[in-house]
């Protein structure tokens, strides 16, 4: 059982938008203060994960306007606009947990584009 | 450029020990904390324990607190991870990961296998 809840999968079709959510806890996600903001981590299929955003909303170099992060009260979204094929990958959110002094994950989220 | 490189998986029996080794490159490696995160055949990503920059506090998942114990040697650009008393729920890949500020972390190895088995 994940500290963060994501749901198992989603799905859409290409061009389309689709959106991931975690939810947390005012300890993980809810907190705004010290290092609980929340990041966001694409994965392939027998390869290490790669991030995507962090600090609730800000990309990295080379990650493509498509994908954007959002947080609103214990509740952070992941949105990746015009859908591609090669989009189909499993999604983590991760934060740390000032109560627990701990980084915790969502259990993932597996994108499929239909 | 920045490089993660893990060692040290291998097939261990239940109650034994391994250490696992990352050793980095491309940046100033005693700026950053360090993470080792693993992943479970088919399952999601769990974090497993976190070393500060300077090496002078360290943090474990509940899971593994006891068993594992995280080290860095910035001489060598390298983090460990001494795992003891092994036990077969501890099969996983292991990443170790550049750690921004607990976590974001932006680069990851390409993660070492543990198999824990009789």
């Known amino acids: 059982q994940s500290v963060l809840t994501q749901p198992p999968s989603v799905s859409a079709a290409p061009g389309h938008k689709v959106t991931i959510s975690c939810s947390g806890s005012?300890?993980?996600?809810?907190?705004?203060?010290?290092?609980?903001?929340v990041s966001w981590y694409q994965q392939f299929p027998g390869t290490a994960p790669k991030l995507l955003i962090y600090?609730?909303?800000k990309r990295p170099s080379g990650i493509p306007d498509r994908f954007s992060g959002s947080k609103s009260g214990t509740s952070a979204t992941l949105g990746i606009t015009g859908l591609q094929t090669g989009d189909e990958a499993d999604y983590y959110c991760?934060?740390?947990?000032?109560?627990?002094?701990?980084?915790?994950f969502g259990g993932g989220t597996k994108l499929t584009v239909l | 450029q920045v490089q993660l490189v893990e060692s040290g998986g291998g097939v261990v029996q239940p109650g034994r020990s391994l250490r696992l080794s990352c050793r980095g490159s491309?940046?100033?490696?005693?700026?950053?904390?360090m993470d080792w995160v693993r992943q479970a055949p088919g399952k999601g990503l769990e974090w497993v324990a976190l070393?500060?920059?300077?090496?002078?506090?360290?943090y474990y998942a509940d899971s593994v607190k006891g068993r594992f114990t995280i080290s860095r040697d910035d001489s060598k650009n390298t983090l460990y991870l001494q795992m003891n008393s092994l036990r077969a729920d501890d099969t996983a890949v292991y990443y170790c990961?550049?750690?921004?500020?607990?976590?974001?972390?932006?680069?990851w190895g390409q993660g070492t296998l543990v198999t824990v088995s009789s």
């Open positions: 990961a550049r750690d921004l500020v607990a976590g974001p972390y932006d680069y």
């Open positions: 491309g940046f100033i490696f005693s700026s950053y904390a």
């Open positions: 070393i500060s920059y300077d090496g002078t506090k360290e």
């Open positions: 005012s300890s993980n996600t809810g907190n705004n203060y010290g290092n609980s903001f």
């Open positions: 600090d609730n909303d």
């Open positions: 991760g934060t740390w947990d000032s109560s627990l002094s701990v980084v915790v």
